[in-house]
């Protein structure tokens, strides 16, 4: 049996409610510049449980970069070259489904992307060939799967399915404008799904969405949507998530790379 401390590291993308992770043992912090430039934060290399992580903190430690100037093509780049190659994306969601409310957990199985201006892929600039990377299944469906049996053990409330819908932000969004992502098929809205998961599949990574709802999406409930409502939320729902990874960790660790 492989020793999971010398298997290649897990990437967790911490997101909103999730700037730090608790319960890693941290080995070491490491500044990073890549050649799209420098990553949102530190990579932080640890164990969680007997399995290699690198923890990277989407918006940054503290939290101050907006979804639409996150540098996603660094960040991706950093994990890879830390040796990742599976990682776990940890979105913070508006619920548009009716039965994905306030700290429900979903394990989306798809994406559709309104996002625009982001630097969204790789390959441009100087090539010698063009290329296009298959996406008709953005997320690593053996990842999903072990995301879905731990949420399962934990008995936790949660969908194993969703339509990523990814807004461009920072403001929220209309409730017209929820009515068309839900006309769209999107059961869930965000505005970081997107570009991670294609930079993640354009190198080749595995890569996984782990969703926590923290407000119901615009015109969705009676009320407008406050940071008090959503911080009431991660501090309900984010304990699951955390019980999530720790769980499924070693597993993960475990996937096939697409690559070596
Ligand atoms: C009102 S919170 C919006 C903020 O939270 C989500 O971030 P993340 O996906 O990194 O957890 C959302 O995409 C926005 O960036
Ligand atoms: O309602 C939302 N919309 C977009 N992104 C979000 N992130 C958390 N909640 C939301």
Not at 26 to 36: C, D, F, G, Q, S
Not at 52 to 62: I, K, T
Not at 89 to 109: F, L, R, S, Y
Not at 135 to 157: G, N, V
Request: overall charge negative; proline content about 5%; hydrophobic content about 40%.
């Amino acid at each position: 049996m492989s020793n999971s401390r010398n298997r290649p590291p897990v990437g967790i993308i911490g997101g909103t409610g999730l700037t730090t992770l608790s319960g890693l043992e941290i080995m070491a912090e490491r500044p990073v510049v890549t050649p799209w430039g420098q990553p949102s934060s530190d990579l932080i290399e640890g164990c969680l449980g007997d399995q290699a992580v690198m923890f990277l903190s989407r918006h940054g430690n503290p939290h101050r970069i907006p979804p639409h100037q996150v540098n996603y093509r660094a960040n991706i780049q950093a994990l890879h070259d830390a040796g990742v190659r599976t990682i776990v994306g940890v979105n913070a969601v508006g619920g548009i489904h009716a039965d994905m409310g306030p700290a429900h957990i979903v394990i989306p199985d798809q994406i559709i992307d309104y996002t625009w201006g982001r630097a969204s892929t790789f390959f441009e600039g100087e090539l010698d060939e063009t290329t296009h990377i298959d996406f008709t299944w953005p997320y690593t469906e053996e990842a999903r799967e072990l995301l879905i049996s731990a949420a399962r053990d934990q008995k936790l409330a949660f969908s194993d399915f969703g339509v990523y819908g990814a807004t461009q932000g920072p403001r929220l969004e209309t409730a017209a404008e929820v009515l068309r992502l839900e006309r769209d098929g999107c059961d869930l809205v965000g505005m970081t799904g997107m570009p991670e998961a294609a930079l993640a599949a354009e190198l080749k990574m595995n890569y996984v969405c782990l969703a926590l709802v923290v407000n119901r999406a615009a015109g969705k409930s009676d009320h407008i949507i406050t940071m008090a409502e959503i911080e009431a939320a991660i501090d309900q729902g984010m304990s699951g998530v955390k019980r999530i990874l720790e769980a499924s960790i070693s597993g993960l660790g475990a996937l096939t790379p697409q690559f070596s």
